[in-house]
């Protein structure tokens, strides 16, 4: 058997970004168990493709880079070993700062995984060159694995493996990570460099002779304080590059035995020397450092990749002309996501009813079964028409749009047309001072805001990832859609008869507009408050595209979806619905709980275009958004006549019958669009931040942005409607 | 300076540069030099965003969008 690579426990990070990352290391390590196999490599490659065909579990992929920002962990076995396969964020290089990078770095260098496999875009094999030329400094114990042969093969792009085998003097493995090819030989390779039945004799490379006399100087000094546990030639090419950030981590893994020690001191003095007779200060050594690199990973390049057509991006520069052109770039983009809407809404209405149909047909069928078997009322009640109404509430309702919206996106997603959206953007962003990729976050936050957050991390500046993880809340997530869907249906296209679902798919569009130009004026003024600052740098790839596994994806993201909800609204619908049951049948001086919280709320809830309940509902509504809608209509209900709310058209009457009115529906969704996230969103949001005042910040901002926005409309509209009368 | 060096913000789309120079300095070079923007190394710009900016620009075969503030600290000569 193989012994186990050590788990890296006990890295003292110092910025609080780290801290924030460290619960990651550490976590759950009583199940990690294996020999440890890194996947590194750059950002859109394919790791955690390959991460999922090898362990058959499924890690978010998509075509942008900074799909991944944390470690995953997975288990697999091959030739009755058991490994432990880490799937790192993709980093373009090893020395940059980053929060997601450093992860990657980090693990690479201090966690000795026993083996390091190096994903490649054979597409793009130089650019890839340079980070295994940098992996190489550090670990022997490399496999590098020249992924997306297909494209490689579509571009008629031929790589030479067995020659870049023995230029980089480690095992080269082919693979096309979607299909599964290659895998095998891909684990084989990794179990012979784990085992070490290989003899790698990996490229080493040189630099020009003023930085090696300087390296090979205080070399024997380095090698004594790291012994075995780092390469020593890499930790001097740090030391002489003075490059701060890397070598403070190695100072703490090494227990502070690097600054301690006076004869490297002394010795670091007499490099310093050796190296002025060249270079003036360490940003020119640190040039030549990576000139270094990046002029021998095109020269193996060039030895190793042919191309047989020259212009193999011909197409995807033409899908660019189109997709990024100056007059239909961004109208193409609201084409697209209204499309996206329109089928959604379209889509889902028909299986919404039968969903509940047969929901609350089992009702009818529990409740009958209660009558038979004398089960007391107060149990029925609370457990029926509480926690299984409400369940079968959220489900009917939510399942259906967020079972067709997401695989649509996921599709959209994996063909590459996020990083276009970032790129048209972009300039809305800078001039409101904020990050480019913070398009990127938001498109993330569709899907749940807590994951928009956690996505905020390829932001690599400080001030800008606040920004964009205090305005993450603009964007409607799951738990919200659902609810702009209905009242748009309901109220703003109800009227529109053919057209319906056509209105309905642009209200959606118009409140995405309104929350992006939110986001960007929240921005500004947060970049002009409390986070001043200019707008850091931005670098952004784009992708190739890539042709989508349709099939596999619409699957794939379904069934996520559909567990998703089916989740939420057992941990968090049932709950309530029992709360909501209680509070209307609980009476204090005749009237009950509930009421006399709608009652109390009444007059905010007025002032905002609503009333109380609906307020109540979104105060009830914090562990999770989708809640508000049912718990709207179970308070109508339960204060009034009892009906079933099968379809949209009984919502629309229950709702009309306690006073709603068009502005009543525009306030609400307005209110829905911007308000407190949610519970998770807001753990989350400390869990990145570590910062209580951050987390109220992010509390505040958009819930002050809510009432605002809504006091405003609903006394406009109201002085309107007075003059009209008049 | 010599003279046919222009700032890469300036490099018309359609045409290619070689760079000659980074003005950046800190994290923003060390991530340029990442991209593999060395000298002698060729660019060409692709196209500009529909808002005006940022560029996307062909670098080693991969295709990285710049910020006109950060395509002006890279001088390239036109080629
Ligand atoms: N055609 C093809 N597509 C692939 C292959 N491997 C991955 N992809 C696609 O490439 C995209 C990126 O894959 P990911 O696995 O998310 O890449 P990653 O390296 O984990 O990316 P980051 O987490 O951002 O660093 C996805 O859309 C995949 O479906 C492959 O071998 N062939
Ligand atoms: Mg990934």
New interface residues.
Partial sequence: MLDRGELPMGLTGQSTWLGALKNEYSMNDTVLDGVVVALAGNPNTGKSTLFNSITGLNQHTGNWPGKTVTLAYGNYYYADNKFLLVDLPGTYSLLSNSVEEEVARDYICFAKPKACIVVADATCLERNLNLVLQVLEITDKVVVCVNLMDEADRKKINIDFEKLSAILGVPVVGTNARDGKGIDELMQSVYKVAANQMQSMPLKIKYDEVIEEAVEHIRPYVQNIVKDELDSRWVALRLIEGEWKTLDTINSFLKSRLYKNDDLKQELKKANEILQAKYHGTDEIRDAIVSSIVRKAEEISKMVVSFENKRYNEMDRKIDDILTSKTFGIPIMLALLGFVFWLTISGANYPSEIIAKVLFRIEDILTDYCFKWGVPEWIHGALVLGVYRTSAWVVSVMLPPMAIFFPLFTLLEDLGYLPRVAFNLDNFFKKACAHGKQALTMCMGFGCNAAGIIGCRIIDSPRERLIAIITNNFVPCNGRFPTLIALSTIFIAGSFGKFQTVIAALTLLGAIIIGVLITLAVSRILSATILKGIPSTFTLELPPYRKPQVGKILIRSLLDRTLFVLARAVIVAAPTGLIIWLMANTTVENLSILKWSGKILEPIGHLLGMDGYILLAFILGFPANEIVIPIIAMSYMATGSLIEIETLSALKELLIDNGWTYLTAVCTMLFSLNHFPCGTTLLTIYKETQSLKWTAISFLVPTITGIIICFTVAQTIRCCQIMMLL | MEKNLILLDNLPVGNCGRVKK?TA?G??????????L??E?QVEA?????????T?YQ?????????S??ASKILVEMC
Avoid: C, F, Q, W
């Fill in positions: 980074l300095k994290n923003i070079r060390r991530r340029m030099l990442d991209l593999g060395i000298e190394t692709l196209r500009k965003s529909p808002s005006g900016d940022p996307a670098i080693r075969g991969a295709v990285i969008a710049l910020r503030e950060e």
